[in-house]
């Protein structure tokens, strides 16, 4: 797609599981505080064309946001494979070795069955090029913000592991003619 695209990019609310778990697509999210889901609904820009990942929470919260996504299979979340719905402590508690190699090169690193972080960032990149000219909001994983970040900023897929980003938060990115431009990263609507 061509034309310049300005991507409000905001992370799903907080999943409605087990802390610690990794979620599976199916996990719903918890919308239970409305009124934090109503601030950012007034962030967001009207009249935008509106994206999700086909996950269950990405489309819950887009949808608090009254919003009607169009679901984009690129932006989902990682694939954590095998490790889908068990706990972090668990797998690290019971000696899964590959658990641990895992964490020491987590952006080239899959899990058994499972996808990298570069994997993902060529999913987003390639999901990033459907994106329609004009405002868009994208309602994400924090896996699928830091790859745009890393797509928009080329760097290293490392180094976009570092960025924070919090449920309900909102990422602004550009894409311009020839280049990205960084407006916001992870910004919290206060209340």
């Known amino acids: 797609m061509e034309g310049e695209a300005f991507l409000w990019l ?36 009207r009249d935008a064309a ?24 690129e932006f989902r979340e990682q694939d954590f494979g095998d490790w889908t719905g068990r706990r972090h402590d668990d797998l690290a508690a019971f000696g899964e070795e590959r658990y641990a190699e895992f964490w020491k090169d987590p952006a080239r690193s899959s899990p058994p069955g ?10 987003v990149r390639d999901g990033l090029r459907k994106i ?22 080329d760097i290293a897929p490392q180094v976009a592991l570092r960025f924070v980003i919090d449920p309900l938060s909102i990422t602004r990115i550009d894409r311009l003619r020839n280049d990205w431009r960084i407006v916001s990263v992870n910004q919290n609507v206060a209340l």
């Open 114 to 123: 499972g996808e990298s972080f570069e994997d993902q960032i060529a999913r």
């Open 10 to 45: 905001v992370r799903h609310a907080v999943v409605d599981s087990i802390e610690g778990t990794i979620s599976p697509s199916g996990a719903p999210a918890d919308l239970s505080d409305r009124a934090h889901l109503e601030a950012v609904r007034r962030r967001l820009p």
């Open 132 to 153: 329609a000219a004009g405002p868009a909001t994208l309602v994400v994983h924090s896996g699928t913000i830091r790859a745009a970040l890393c797509v928009a900023l």
């Open 50 to 73: 509106s994206y999700a990942s086909p996950s269950q929470r990405t489309l819950d919260t887009a949808r608090a946001f009254e919003l009607d996504p169009i679901p984009v299979p």
